[in-house]
């Protein structure tokens, strides 16, 4: 049985950027929480508990993009054209976050509010334009005679901008609930509080998403809604709803660690959600992954250096988790 490597590249990128949402959400949420805390003490301990490993969660956006470029040029050059600006801005964000990481802990007391804006800004900035982004692939990218055509600035609509806003409390949801685990006493009650609210945001959100998408794209609505595919794609809006309510019972319970796996679920079903929706198209609405697939050769020699580094990121990513566990607190570092 022969296997397609243009769904493998598929399928590794999808993988990437999965793995991207899900472990810097949490600390770009973080980033943007810290409009809500406003003692040093809580600040440096929330910092402290990404700092290990906030770095080491971008390698998977570097890999979801060197694999698009690799193995899907077309749609590298479609995307990076349509969506130019949204991503310089998004990685503006992200230069201005890392910045923040490495001086805010020099600087004197005087300056140190300058960092804490600059990573609460930069936070904010990368989190939306990543929205913005999907928001944009999701409601289609135009196409003319093969090339796009539609102007730098046709990210700027209704959805886009919904979906940045979505994708902001998505990430400060994360956040939340990272701090659950990792925290204690009052920074860990605050962050309880502010999951609460923030859940039922998110629950809005995504409903508005889901009934705004198939309205207004009717092959998304086709996906949905016909059948048979309605009976066999019934079960996601059950998990969501149950993932929500779970969510909502383990930071009622005062749980630690169950809020972040629910609200990781959460992230990975609106994810699958938007997989199922634009399959099998890589350039919505109408190229396909087989459509904008570099040559196969092209494709085989990319895989094998990707099939070795992949296995490799994900021990180190696993080890430095493993090293850095426990609870974080101001006055001893991890415990």
């Known amino acids: 049985m022969s296997i397609d490597i243009t769904i493998v590249w598929a399928a590794i990128i999808f993988f990437g950027v999965m793995m991207y949402v899900v472990m810097d959400g949490f600390d770009l949420g973080i980033g943007m929480l810290y409009l809500f805390v406003p003692k040093r003490e809580d600040r440096d301990v929330m910092m402290n508990t990404v700092a290990p490993v906030w770095d080491g969660n971008e390698t998977w956006l570097v890999l979801g993009g060197a694999g698009l470029f690799a193995a899907f040029p077309r749609a590298y050059a479609v995307l990076l054209s349509a969506l130019y600006l949204p991503l ?3 990685l503006l964000g992200l230069i201005f976050r890392g910045v923040a990481f490495e001086f805010r802990f020099k600087a004197p007391d005087v300056e140190r509010h300058i960092w804490d804006k600059a990573f609460f800004g930069g936070s904010f ?9 999907l928001g944009t692939y999701i409601n289609g990218i135009k196409l003319t005679n093969g090339e796009y055509t539609a102007g730098a600035f046709a990210w700027v609509a209704p ?9 902001v409390i998505a990430y400060s949801l994360l956040g939340c609930c990272w ?3 990792k925290t204690d006493e009052s920074l860990q009650s605050r962050m309880r509080e502010l999951a609460k609210k923030l859940s039922w945001l998110i629950l809005f ?12 794209n009717q092959e998304i609505a086709h996906r949905w809604f016909t059948m048979p595919n ?3 794609l019934s079960p996601m809006p059950i998990l969501v709803a149950l993932t929500m309510w779970k969510l909502s019972r383990a930071i009622e ?3 630690e660690l169950s809020p972040f796996i629910y609200s990781l679920c959460i992230i990975f079903l609106g994810y699958i959600g938007l997989g199922i929706s634009v399959w099998p198209n890589i350039i919505p609405p109408d190229i396909s992954i087989w459509q904008a697939a570099a040559p196969i050769e092209s494709q085989r020699f990319a895989l094998v250096g990707t099939v070795i580094i992949i296995p490799i990121i994900l021990i180190y990513t696993a080890w430095s988790y493993y090293v850095f566990r426990g609870k974080v607190r101001a006055e001893d570092g991890y415990h």
């Open 88 to 90: 310089i801005l998004m």
């Open 125 to 133: 900035v990368a989190a939306f334009f990543q929205g913005v982004t």
């Open 159 to 167: 959805f886009p901008l919904f979906a940045g806003l979505g994708v």
């Open 179 to 181: 701090l659950i685990w």
């Open 205 to 216: 959100n995504i409903s508005v998403i889901s009934i705004w998408t198939p309205l207004s």
């Open 230 to 232: 309605i009976l066999w």
């Open 253 to 255: 319970h005062k749980h």
